[in-house]
T-cell receptor, first 117, second 110 residues
Framework: EAQVTQNPRYLITVTGKKLTVTCSQN?????MSWYRQDPGLGLRQIYY???????DKGDVPEGYKVSRKEKRNFPLILESPSPNQTSLYFC????????????????FGQGTRLTVV | AQSVTQLGSHVSVSEGALVLLRCNYS??????LFWYVQYPNQGLQLLLK??????LVKGINGFEAEFKKSETSFHLTKPSAHMSDAAEYFC????????FGAGTRLTVKP
């Protein structure tokens, strides 16, 4: 089954404690992206990756890191989480090239609800 | 840069009534437009998309949307709401990158 898998689904952590949210897709997609969803703000892009070893900042990259060492995985790293990073996070993947032209569908993970206290 | 505005953060309809969710976009070039649906505790699923060609696009679950270039709109409609349609709906525009609207929560009353 084609899917994007995020882990964990729920996470409560303390300020400053490094954490990683994993994202894996089994569709051989080249393009992957991270979004955060906050009430009234919709989805805002954090980082995206056009292919292995190619990443770039989205609209709200501050406080986040990503890496793309393999095509299927795109982890989101919070080196020193703060309460303003409490949010619902989504990973998405899509075919590269066609994503750039817009003519494609994005597949989303189930989401990770992060609370930083 | 492209952007999307969804009019109305919350829409409430009765079961069997028409559903109309509004989306206006801003883009300097012809855009690709999408509607996604998010059910509680789930990720986003594609409802329908407009790329080129026919301006009336049909999607899953009886939804459709019409691309109106003159009005820069891509409103989502469904003739008869079902209880199962209750969800959050996101309009998105894509030109090299995908931008989402703030979302509209649809409530369906019995």
């Amino acid at each position: 089954e084609a899917q994007v898998t995020q882990n964990p689904r729920y996470l409560i952590t303390v300020t400053g404690k490094k954490l990683t949210v994993t994202c894996s897709q089994n569709m051989n997609h080249e393009y992957m992206s991270w979004y955060r969803q906050d009430p009234g703000l919709g989805l805002r892009q954090i980082y995206y990756s056009m292919n292995v070893e190619v990443t770039d900042k989205g609209d709200v990259p501050e406080g986040y890191k990503v890496s793309r060492k393999e095509k299927r995985n795109f982890p989101l790293i919070l080196e020193s989480p703060s309460p303003n990073q409490t949010s619902l996070y989504f990973c998405a993947s899509s075919l590269s090239g066609t994503w750039v032209t817009g003519d494609t569908e994005a597949f989303f993970g189930q989401g990770t609800r992060l609370t930083v206290v | 840069a492209q952007s999307v505005t969804q009019l109305g953060s919350h829409v409430s309809v009765s079961e069997g009534a028409l559903v109309l969710l509004r989306c206006n976009y801003s883009s300097s070039v012809p855009p690709y437009l999408f509607w996604y649906v998010q059910y509680p505790n789930q990720g986003l699923q594609l409802l329908l998309k407009y790329t080129t060609g026919a301006t009336l696009v049909k999607g899953i679950n009886g939804f459709e949307a019409e691309f109106k270039k003159s009005e820069t709109s891509f409103h989502l409609t469904k003739p008869s709401a079902h209880m199962s349609d209750a969800a959050e709906y996101f309009c998105a525009v894509s030109i090299g990158d995908m931008r989402f609207g703030a979302g509209t929560r649809l409530t369906v009353k019995p």
